[in-house]
């Protein structure tokens, strides 16, 4: 269950579109009847769920850096004012 098997695009979406087609997938399941029929795409909700975790913690990191580096920034500027 690697994520490479998901469609080549799908790397691409935002958590947003992510999020939409998993909430997609889980309304078809909800709908489905032959439990059976549906392995497969509970597998690819699986391999969808750890792609947007995978995004998500991607994104947390880049903004608490991005929030770090403003930090440091002001306080240098409060430096050289004191």
């Known amino acids: 269950m690697k994520d490479k098997n998901l469609l080549d695009d799908i790397k691409t979406k935002s958590l947003n579109e992510l ?3 998993a909430n997609n997938i ?3 399941l909800e709908n489905e009847k032959d ?3 549906s392995i ?6 699986i391999k969808l769920n ?3 975790e995978k995004k998500f913690q ?3 990191k880049e903004i608490s850096e991005e929030t770090r580096s403003k930090i440091n920034i002001i306080l240098k500027k409060n ?3 004191t």
């Open 35 to 37: 439990l059976e029929a």
């Open 50 to 52: 750890n792609l947007i």
């Open 58 to 60: 991607h994104t947390s």
């Open 26 to 28: 889980i309304e078809k």
């Open 79 to 81: 430096e050289k004012k």
């Open 40 to 45: 497969n795409d509970y597998q690819e909700l």
């Open 19 to 21: 999020t939409e087609l």
